[in-house]
C-alpha cells in the first residue's frame, strides 16, 4: 500500500505557494480590466448607436455590457480574497 502521506504537501510550502500567487493574479486582473475598458470605449457608443431604436437589442447588449463587468468583478473579489495576510 502506497504512503500518501509522503507527498502530501505542508501547511508551510503551500502558504508560501500563496503569497507568490498574489502577485500574478493581481497583473492578470489588471490586464482584464485594461483589456474591457478598451472593448468597452471601443465598441459602446457604436453598439449604443445600432441597439436605440430597437429595445430587445438594446437590453441584450446591456446584459451583455453587464455580464462583462460582473466577471470582472468576481475577478478582482477572487484576486483580493487570495491576498496574504
Known amino acids: 500500500m502506497p ?3 509522503s507527498i502530501a504537501p505542508t501547511a508551510v510550502a503551500a502558504g508560501s505557494i500563496q503569497r507568490d500567487r498574489f502577485p500574478l493574479r493581481v497583473a492578470v486582473s489588471v490586464l482584464l480590466t485594461a ?3 478598451g472593448v468597452i470605449a471601443v465598441s ?3 453598439l449604443y448607436l445600432a441597439t ?3 429595445p430587445a437589442w438594446f437590453a441584450g447588449v446591456t446584459a451583455l455590457f453587464a455580464a ?3 466577471s470582472l468583478a468576481r475577478v478582482w473579489i477572487v484576486t483580493l480574497r487570495g491576498r496574504p495576510r
Do not use: E, K, S, V
Request: charged share 20%.
Open 35 to 37: 483589456f474591457n475598458a
Open 52 to 54: 436605440a431604436d430597437h
Open 44 to 46: 459602446g457608443r457604436t
Open 3 to 5: 504512503n500518501f502521506r
Open 68 to 70: 462583462l463587468l460582473g
